[in-house]
């Protein structure tokens, strides 16, 4: 499968972003999918999960409550709904997609997208 990322930009702490994530080339309603970041000098992070029919989400806690991870099967297409945005949400933001449920380690995950630029300024 083939994930593009888009969505990012320059926002304002406080203000909001919704990324997407189109997939192509698979069966993904078949998928897991989640989202990463990473910012400059550090490793990529988790930051939210989906199971593939949509029932269940995990988040890391800097994000819980703020953001929201939705897949809609019919489009292909996962997103996340970023609110409430802080400077400590600067990040390069990736999408990935697996095939099996358990794990949510940057290396449990076999496909990615290229990564959709967040800046959130003070």
């Known amino acids: 499968v083939q994930l593009q990322a888009s969505g990012g930009g320059l926002v304002q702490a406080g203000g909001s972003l919704k990324l997407s994530c189109a997939a192509s080339?698979?069966?993904?309603?078949?998928?897991?999918m989640g989202w990463f970041r990473q910012a400059p000098g550090k490793e990529r992070e988790f930051v939210a999960f989906?199971?593939?029919?949509?029932?269940?989400?995990y988040y890391i806690d800097a994000v819980k409550g703020r953001f929201t991870i939705s897949k809609d099967n019919a489009k292909s297409t996962v997103y996340l709904q970023m609110n409430n945005l802080k400077p400590d949400d600067t990040a390069v933001y990736y999408c990935?997609?697996?095939?099996?449920?358990?794990?949510?380690?940057?290396?449990?995950?076999?496909?990615w997208g290229q990564g959709t630029q967040v800046t959130v300024s003070s």
């Open positions: 989906i199971r593939r029919n949509g029932t269940i989400k």
């Open positions: 080339g698979g069966a993904f309603r078949l998928y897991y």
């Open positions: 990935a997609a697996k095939k099996v449920p358990t794990g949510l380690a940057t290396l449990d995950y076999a496909y």
